[in-house]
């Protein structure tokens, strides 16, 4: 047996690739981001048609899609929305998305754009800015955050999340547990101090934020254990593979990999509902 063994978290140059590869499938496994962002459309104040919105970090736009579903915009007389990522891949899949959709053209401003240098937007530009699950990706978050402040108009506001729980990961340490019993248990794909309130707390006035103005609130939904089974989730066993069974033998790993493999496809997973908590920033200027 291969010694020492030390599952770790994800890295910032497997992520960047990882959301590239995702970039096509990622809408269509995240019906609990979209759940998510129904949510924090909920929380901030309501959006109208003279409202300038940022979908930072935005994804194939998974809080644009949500906001123009919103009834208030049945008729048309939609806000001003940009969305931005600093994937070419996430932003090209947001356009087939707008197509496929039938946004109305030239609707949604799409921009490649790294979330630590919004320069092309002006100070005091946007009523409302969301980012959601991104925030704790991002290299330098404070830079980031310094960013939305600057961009976002006085009395705008901010909506920023992290996680606080990913039921799922019990799937993953379950085989981890059967292979490796030995093993330090898999935390997750996170760094732990991303999971507590004060890191978001932290980050938000680190990057300017007065602390009366920032309210941290709980959200929660459910992951299904079937998604685990669509193309787009399946994608991401490959990575947490790589971090669980870092420093194992090939054995060991290629005993994981069908193990994960089993239990994905089993009843026991796929009829399982998998907690995924969410702490939000709701952040004014
Ligand atoms: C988990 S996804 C979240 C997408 C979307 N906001 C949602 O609610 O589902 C994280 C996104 O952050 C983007 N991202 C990562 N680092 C970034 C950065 N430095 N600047 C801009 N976008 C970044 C990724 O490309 C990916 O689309």
Request: no cysteine.
């Amino acid at each position: 047996m291969a010694s020492p063994s030390h599952p770790s978290n994800i890295l910032q140059s497997d992520i960047s690739s990882h959301f590239e590869k995702a970039a096509s499938t990622y809408e269509h496994t995240s019906a609990f981001m979209k759940e998510i962002a129904g949510q924090l459309l909920n929380l901030s104040p309501t959006l109208a048609p003279d409202s300038v919105v940022l979908d930072n970090a935005a994804g194939p736009g998974i809080v644009t899609g949500e906001i123009l579903r919103l009834p208030q915009f049945k008729e048309g007389n939609y806000p001003t929305i940009h969305a931005t990522d600093n994937s070419a891949a996430m932003i090209r899949a947001l356009e087939a998305r707008a197509v496929h959709e039938s946004w109305p053209k030239d609707l949604v401003k799409t921009h490649v754009m790294d979330s630590m240098d919004l320069s092309t937007f002006p100070d005091n530009m946007f009523t409302h800015i969301y980012m959601a699950a991104a925030i704790f990706i991002i290299p330098e978050p404070l830079k980031a955050i310094a960013e939305i402040k600057r961009t976002l108009k006085p009395d705008g506001v901010a909506l920023v999340t992290s996680f606080e729980k990913q039921g799922f990961i019990e799937i993953f340490q379950h085989v981890q547990q059967a292979i490796r019993p030995d093993s330090p248990i898999w935390k997750g794909p996170m760094p732990e101090e991303w999971l507590k309130e004060e890191k978001l707390r932290a980050v938000m006035e680190g990057g300017g934020f007065e602390g009366d103005k920032v309210k941290i609130q709980s959200l929660g939904t459910w992951m299904k254990g079937e998604d685990w089974s669509t193309p787009g989730l399946m994608l991401w066993r490959e990575p947490f593979t790589k971090l669980i069974t870092n420093g194992w033998s090939e054995e060991e790993t290629a005993r994981f990999e069908e193990k994960l493999k089993e239990d994905l496809a089993s009843e026991t997973v796929k009829s399982k509902s998998y907690e995924m908590k969410v702490f939000v920033a709701v952040a004014t200027k």
